[in-house]
């Protein structure tokens, strides 16, 4: 039960992160410049953005709940558990930040989800898998530890 | 104010989902080298373990590009879905397979080739769709001009 809790936890609340992250960073428009002076602006936008900074604490909940969650549960259940955070990512974009989803990137993202799956099952995951996004995204290395993460992806 | 052109915003944004996807794998390649080299936290008092991580030149270079993966990627979310940003960045995870066999002398198998495979059509498919469904604000630097 503790197990199931804790999956779902770090998939819905990292999810949560990459909707906050994502809203934070839309409704200021469109970044555009790159260039010294801008990338000074956009650094200063990003972090006194208050939906960003909720994002970037649910990844810190998400990552303490995925180390949670590989002291209760195996590690071949709950590292690939958690490649559903790409459908649920999806289902959040769609309900909650009204994105139209064509049928070809539902497809894509299953194939994404299930392709994880098989690339970081414990056993198959590589020395360095890919912190990706969010810590439901991350993928066991060697034995099994989970990650370090420096600081916090969306 | 003016909307950027389709064709900018296209090449925009494959610029920096291959930022997303080079930082994330080097950055973890990076990562997992530095922390070959360290000793057993369970062994080291933890001022020099803390010194110990300052101090190689692999995990800093590893930091250093995980922080260009997090302000691409949410760069990114200013003016693509979520749902477009997200499986593509995954592509990642190929790049790391391939990594992990030519750097790490990892073994991949036929399990994670497959996976390998299913995430690159996933990805393809997706990159077909529309970088954005959603209308996002305006330029936010002419903005911040205004201002």
Known sequence: MLKWGLILCTVFVSSCGDILCARGMSQGGELTDFNPRGLLHI???????????????????????????????????????????????????????????????????????????????????????????????????GQGQPQPKPSHTP | MHAPAPQNRTRRTAIFIAIVVLANSFGNLLLAIGMKNMPDFEHVAL?????????????????????????????????????????????????TTLFGQVFMGDHVGLTRWIGVVLISFGVTLVAETPIATVEHQAEHHAEAKSC
């Open chain 2, 47 to 95: 001022g020099p373990y803390i010194a110990g991580l300052i101090l190689n030149p692999a995990l800093v270079s590893g930091a250093a590009l995980t922080a260009i993966f997090t302000f691409a990627q949410l760069s990114l979310f200013s003016w693509a879905d979520l749902s477009y940003v997200i499986p593509c960045t995954a592509s990642a995870y190929i790049l």
């Open chain 1, 43 to 141: 650094v200063r936008y990003i972090v006194t953005r208050r939906l960003v900074i909720l994002g970037g604490l649910c990844y810190a909940v998400a990552f303490f709940s995925l180390l949670g969650l590989l002291t209760v549960a195996q590690l071949s259940v709950a590292v690939p558990a958690t490649a559903l955070s790409f459908v649920v990512d999806t289902l959040g974009a769609h309900f909650v930040l009204k994105e139209r989803i064509p049928w070809k990137r539902w497809v894509g993202v299953i194939l994404v989800s299930l392709g994880v799956v098989l690339a970081v099952k414990p056993g198959n995951a590589p020395t360095a898998a890919p912190l990706n996004p969010a810590p439901p995204h991350v993928a066991p290395r």
